[in-house]
T-cell receptor
Framework: RKEVEQDPGPFNVPEGATVAFNCTYS??????FFWYRQDCRKEPKLLMS???SGNEDGRFTAQLNRASQYISLLIRDSKLSDSATYLC?????????????FGSGTRLQVQP | GAVVSQHPSWVICKSGTSVKIECRSL??????MFWYRQFPKQSLMLMAT?????????EQGVEKDKFLINHASLTLSTLTVTSAHPEDSSFYIC???FGGGSYNSPLHFGNGTRLTVT
């Protein structure tokens, strides 16, 4: 089983739509959670950290459910510029590693 | 602006040659940097953790003699792909943590190096 699992998509949505991505992680010792965005042939860029209480940044809302080991990202009022691959990322603590473990990403295509 | 700089952005080389990729942290010291590799349509896979002043820690399945890592200063780590072969063609990305390496600090990535071995 992969450490971080995401639905690969693609999600094709019209402009203005609300779209939600889900992610599950297998390591219960995971301590930190992030959503990154990756455009085609580019490096990942941090979209937002995910906090236990849930957090919002403009049109983006992230939620964490530790009991279910589940993370979500909600995008409201989708823009064309939101088209990208969204990576669910976790960092564990049990091995002392500070590297990140990436999901394979969910591709979003926002259409006019 | 960018906090991690990676060079070169792309390189094409012949099979059997070696390629060096540089990763620099800008305006901050990174005692630890990470090297990832991404094949088309796949997720980023951690190759190794680069530690300043000591040996790198390699992930299982990554050959340390083929992927040489040197982290000689607090702002520079290099990855050398030795005797490159076409199967080494990939997108190599380095990263470092701006927040002193605490667990809640996200990683910032270099712009990546697209290696094509012919």
């Amino acid at each position: 089983r992969k450490e971080v699992e995401q639905d690969p998509g693609p999600f094709n949505v019209p402009e203005g739509a609300t779209v939600a991505f889900n992610c599950t992680y297998s390591n219960s010792a995971s301590q930190s959670f992030f959503w990154y965005r990756q455009d085609c042939r580019k490096e990942p860029k941090l979209l937002m950290s995910v906090y236990s209480s849930g957090n919002e940044d403009g049109r983006f809302t992230a939620q964490l459910n530790r009991a279910s080991q589940y993370i979500s990202l909600l995008i409201r009022d989708s823009k064309l510029s939101d088209s990208a691959t969204y990576l669910c990322v976790v960092r564990g603590m049990d091995t002392g590693r500070r590297a990140l473990t990436f999901g394979s990403g969910t591709r979003l295509q926002v259409q006019p | 602006g960018a906090v991690v700089s990676q060079h070169p952005s792309w390189v094409i080389c012949k099979s059997g040659t070696s390629v060096k990729i540089e990763c620099r942290s800008l305006d901050f010291q990174a005692t630890t940097m990470f090297w990832y590799r991404q094949f088309p349509k796949q997720s980023l896979m951690l190759m190794a953790t680069s530690n300043e002043g000591s040996k790198a820690t390699y992930e299982q399945g990554v050959e340390k003699d083929k992927f040489l890592i040197n982290h000689a200063s607090l702002t520079l780590s290099t990855l050398t792909v030795t005797s490159a072969h076409p199967e080494d063609s990939s997108f190599y990305i380095c990263s470092a943590s701006f927040g002193g390496g605490s667990y809640n600090s996200p990683l910032h990535f270099g712009n990546g190096t697209r290696l094509t071995v012919t």
